[in-house]
């Protein structure tokens, strides 16, 4: 991490949210004795767990927008604590960040990491996945999340589960079983879902954390393949963070 810019005695985060680290860095700065701290949601999930502090629901209309928004409402620092694949939106802020000199650290939780006994196959784009897929398995467990599922919606010998907060949108594959459920989940969990499903493969992207990690765990015990769709790179020039503990240094927030 580099960029650190100068404490500041009262200071008004943005955080653009969306993670567990998002929520983590909203709690640790709403119980700071000075400084706001506002989180801004997507607006992709109908029931988000709302974080403390201020919280705002919808986009921003691009790099402008959000430019005068921060203008607007005096905001200090921002952190970009969005999914790793929240790629627009981290242009987004790199964009509204020049325009308005506010400084801007990207919070990533650190990837994941095949062990021993993995069988991973990595690709650049949920469009490479698709393509790969056929090749790895019958039985696709589809953890990409619910809007990129057009992707595969022209795969019509591959049967597919697929887990998401709320229900996914046409176009989606024709053989499709929906699960709706929110992490984090267990390695038993995992375990039984791969083997009543009669699972085969597994599609995922390079989220990191914790929360939906077990899934790996289960699949490497079963020895299914598992297709990983690696992260897009943090807009260059911003600086990055892997921990709320860091973001807090950079912020010269006691704790």
């Not at 694949?85 to 506010?102: I, P």
């Not at 597919?160 to 499709?176: E, K, W």
Request: aromatic fraction near 6%; proline fraction near 10%; hydrophobic fraction near 45%.
């Amino acid at each position: 991490m580099s960029a650190e810019p100068a404490p500041l005695p009262a200071h008004h985060v943005l955080i653009l949210g969306g993670t567990t680290e998002a929520r983590r860095l909203a709690e640790a700065l709403a119980a700071a004795p000075s400084g706001r701290v506002t989180t801004s949601l997507a607006g992709r999930v109908a029931s988000p767990v709302l974080p403390p502090g201020g919280t705002r629901v919808g986009g921003f209309g691009g790099v402008e927008g959000l430019a005068a928004w921060i203008v607007a409402h005096d905001v200090t620092h921002v952190v970009d604590a969005t999914h790793p694949f929240a790629e627009r939106m981290s242009f987004n802020a790199a964009g509204a960040a020049a325009l308005t000199g506010v400084p801007l650290l990207a919070l990533r939780r650190p990837g994941w990491t095949p062990r021993p006994g993995d069988d991973w196959t990595f690709v650049d784009s949920l469009d490479e996945a698709a393509d790969r897929l056929p090749g790895l398995g019958s039985r696709a467990f589809l953890t990409t999340g619910r809007m990129g599922l057009h992707t595969f919606a022209h795969l019509t010998d591959t049967w597919f589960l697929v887990r998401s907060v709320d229900p996914p949108a046409a176009p989606a594959p024709p053989c499709l079983e929906v699960l709706l459920a929110r992490g984090p989940f267990t390695l038993e969990d995992e375990r039984e879902l791969l083997a009543r499903h009669r699972i085969d493969v597994v599609v995922t992207k390079d989220s990191g954390g914790s929360a939906t990690a077990p899934k790996l765990t289960a699949a490497r015990e079963a020895g299914i393949p598992v297709l990983v769709v690696r992260r897009p790179p943090v807009p260059q020039g911003v600086p990055e963070a892997d921990s709320v503990d860091a973001v807090l240094d950079w912020l010269g927030t006691s704790r």
